[in-house]
């Protein structure tokens, strides 16, 4: 497993969501010390989306609980580990604190007034028996009812600390395996637990061949097909992918153009926000493999076809003149058979003295993956050694090459430190460092000869300290051969045979499919796959080629689910791809844009269109990124939002109004008296013609009427109303 690390950033995010959780509740109690009733808590107004955004890329998933309709005694926020969800394991797909493990973090403020953290499990009838089934019971709650559990008496002075038990607990939390949270009779013999020491180090989900991204306009989808694109080529994930961008940057560094390079320095000595410098270096990478040719990118659209998307017949001129002699017809490959070519042409290079640029990567993968597995390895190792230090109060003994035995007597922080079992303390030391990078060495020097590395091998030529520290941590390696052999079946460092190419579809469901991928709809499958045990190859119609699909190209769509006018997507394809739903993100906008809540103006519209239309028809968080000013978003409505809306509801104004909260961007056109006359007898005397009123009449409390408060028109009823309304006859 790659543990979970946040830099400082990131770290200040966390605490903001969890300042915007305990306020929440706080503000509340206050209103019930004050009134005496129970308060009620607004669901929009919840940090549940904010956090889902954050913590996905470490592969958690949270659902806030607050009570229903009323402020419960015990408000909490559960944290999901998103790869126990779903069918066999207990855990239900959906997240839920009735069944199954999380990470509780609640605020207890009718009696205890803490904040609690803990691992913990359902503790309510079928759920708890359910988790008492899982072998994962007996390592996380059995030993004391829950493995860790902490209580602060303070947010603010305690938050660093609540983080960093939140980092520990998500750390611990995910070193259990997958199957061990299953029921007892749904996982095999080989993942039933013995001890801790056995936990495999890595259990990343495999990606699907055929993925589509979709959701409404602006939720970023193209936007998002970048660091999706990056995640394949890099096979990583969430923050580790940023770590790994940076270093694949590094060694193709001389190979981007300089002029971009100096772009991305401007921004970090600028002190530019990291998402933006992370981004330029991601769209740097993500164009150098784009020129490479290991990423294609096409846009469907009504009028494309098999001939441009596959292979078609194109005439070409053999002189000047245009004589039927000198006009001549050729086969001319499209996008998807020149990246499948592309695709399989890797297996046949092969120069041991004249490297390919591929080649290059090749040898750099193998490197990352002996990087990779001597850290995870190492983190083992001095976990290894302060469970020694428990049991026998020292962290192990070693040999020096003169056969001496010395006593380790500190790991920390950058040194491992020595003394003879009965003497005074050795003044030399061995740096941690020292001791991972000479073993990368050693390991890295075996796996490119093709050989196991041998105990007597090891550390020839370097110095006793750092040869005894070599020699322990080989025989931790060999002696733990459990954990060592699920890290050797997944992890040991060996030369990719096959690497990754990426086609990009945008706008998929805007093109005809069946006119486009003809007969090849059946060969993207991945079990038709080249290599694969069910293959299929067909022979193309105008080359007359035999022509299959290789299981290293991914392809990686967008659809946009508003688009009307397009057919719904062919049900041949959608059987062959895995779907990933992007929606609206309020999160990720501004609360103060000129005195508006951007958030609590997206939440409100697209809750009343996805009750007039559907959800699918929402309006994506795109749209207000990078608001700043009152021009700004006055521009944004008359320009994208309200055409957007009168697409939507075919220029019915009424219901864009509704959506609008009746805010006074729309009025009601008078008639003229004769115009109604002479047309009252073809139309409905009752309905309404509007107009949008003039931009720059929309002040803030335009913007704020459409997620707060009562609507203009509720306004002026009740600025009518009598004032002996109420009065008794």
Not at 41 to 67: D, E
Not at 221 to 239: C, F, P, R, S, V
Not at 590 to 611: H, K, V, Y
Request: glycine share 6%; proline share 4%.
């Amino acid at each position: 497993m790659e543990k979970i690390e946040w830099n400082e950033e990131q770290k200040q995010r966390f605490q903001n969501l969890l300042r915007e959780f305990v306020g929440l509740v706080d503000d509340k109690v206050q209103e019930w010390k004050q009134t005496g009733r129970t308060p009620t808590i607004p669901k929009y107004a919840l940090c549940q989306s904010g956090l889902n955004n954050f913590l996905a890329q470490w592969g958690y998933v949270c659902r806030v609980s607050v009570g229903s309709g009323y402020l419960s005694d015990e408000p909490a926020i559960a944290f999901f580990r998103q790869d126990i969800l779903g069918e066999e394991f207990v855990n239900l797909e959906k997240p839920t604190l009735q069944q199954g493990f999380y990470i509780w973090l609640a605020r207890y403020w009718r009696n205890l007034e803490k904040i609690y953290l803990c691992i913990g499990r359902s503790v309510r009838g079928d759920g708890e028996e359910e988790c008492q089934k899982c072998p994962a019971y007996d390592i996380l709650i059995k030993p004391n009812g829950a493995r860790y559990q902490e209580s602060y008496d303070d947010l603010e002075a305690k938050i660093e600390e609540i983080t960093n038990d939140f980092l520990y607990f998500a750390n611990e939390f995910k070193k259990i395996p997958t199957a061990y949270f299953r029921p007892s009779g749904t996982h095999s013999q080989e993942t039933t637990p013995h001890t801790e020491k056995e936990l495999p180090m890595n259990d990343s989900p495999k990606i699907p061949l055929n993925q589509i991204l979709y959701g409404p306009p602006g939720t970023g989808k193209t936007y998002h097909t970048i660091n999706k694109a990056l995640e394949i080529l890099l096979d990583k994930q969430g923050q580790e992918l940023e770590a790994e961008i940076r270093k694949a940057f590094e060694a193709l560094k001389l190979e981007i153009p300089q002029s971009s390079q100096a772009g991305i320095e401007r921004e970090v000595d600028d002190k530019i926000r990291a998402e933006k410098t992370n981004r330029a270096y991601a769209k740097l990478l993500f164009d150098y493999y784009k020129d490479q040719g290991r990423i294609g990118f096409v846009t469907f659209h009504q009028s494309y076809g098999y001939e441009e998307f596959v292979e078609g017949i194109k005439p070409e001129m053999n002189g000047k003149k245009k004589t039927s002699e000198q006009v001549r017809y050729k086969v001319e490959d499209g996008i998807f058979k020149r990246m499948c070519k592309g695709a399989r042409d890797l297996e046949s290079s092969h120069d041991k003295d004249h490297k390919t640029p591929n080649q290059v990567e090749q040898s750099m993968a193998v490197q990352e993956s002996v990087d990779s597995y001597i850290d995870r390895l190492f983190e083992h190792f001095i976990d290894f050694l302060r469970k020694e230090k428990e049991q026998n109060g020292h962290y192990g003994l070693v040999k020096l090459k003169g056969g001496d035995t010395l006593e380790i007597t500190s790991t920390e922080p950058k040194t491992f430190r020595f003394k003879y079992p009965k003497g005074k303390e050795v003044k030399n030391t061995a740096s941690k460092k020292t001791v991972k990078d000479k073993y990368k060495e050693f390991y890295t020097s075996h796996i490119q000869h093709g050989k196991v590395p041998e105990l007597e091998d090891i550390g020839k030529g370097t110095k006793s300290y750092i040869w005894a520290m070599l020699n322990a941590m080989m025989e931790f390696e060999q002696k733990h051969s459990k954990i060592q052999q699920s890290i050797q079946t997944t992890n040991t460092p060996q030369a990719p045979t096959q690497i990754p190419y990426i086609l990009i579809i945008d706008e998929i469901n805007r093109g005809n499919i069946s006119k486009i991928f003809g007969e090849l709809i059946t060969l993207i499958e991945e079990s038709k796959r080249i290599g694969e045990e069910e293959a299929l190859e067909v022979s193309l119609p105008y080359s007359k080629e035999s022509f299959g699909v290789p299981k290293n190209l991914y392809i990686l769509a967008t659809m946009n689910t508003a688009d009307r006018s397009i057919a719904l997507l062919d049900t041949a394809l959608r059987r062959r791809f895995s779907f990933v739903e992007m929606m609206p993100e309020p999160s990720l906008l501004s609360t103060d844009c000129a005195g508006a809540d951007l958030q609590a103006l997206l939440e409100a519209m697209n809750a009343r269109i996805e009750f007039l239309l559907d959800r699918g028809h929402t309006i994506g968080h795109a749209y207000f990124l990078g608001l700043d000013s009152l021009k700004g978003l006055q521009d944004c409505f008359k320009n994208k939002i309200i055409p957007l809306l009168q697409e939507y509801f075919y220029d019915d104004h009424a219901k864009v109004n509704a959506v609008l909260n009746a805010n006074g961007m729309l009025k009601d056109k008078n008639m003229d008296g004769t115009l109604q006359r002479l047309l009252g007898d073809f139309i409905d005397t009752d309905k309404k013609i509007y107009q949008i009123t003039e931009t720059s009449a929309w002040g803030v409390d335009t913007f704020k009427a459409i997620y707060g408060g009562a609507s203009q028109k509720e306004e002026q009823i009740a600025s009518s109303a009598p004032a002996t309304q109420n009065a008794n006859p």
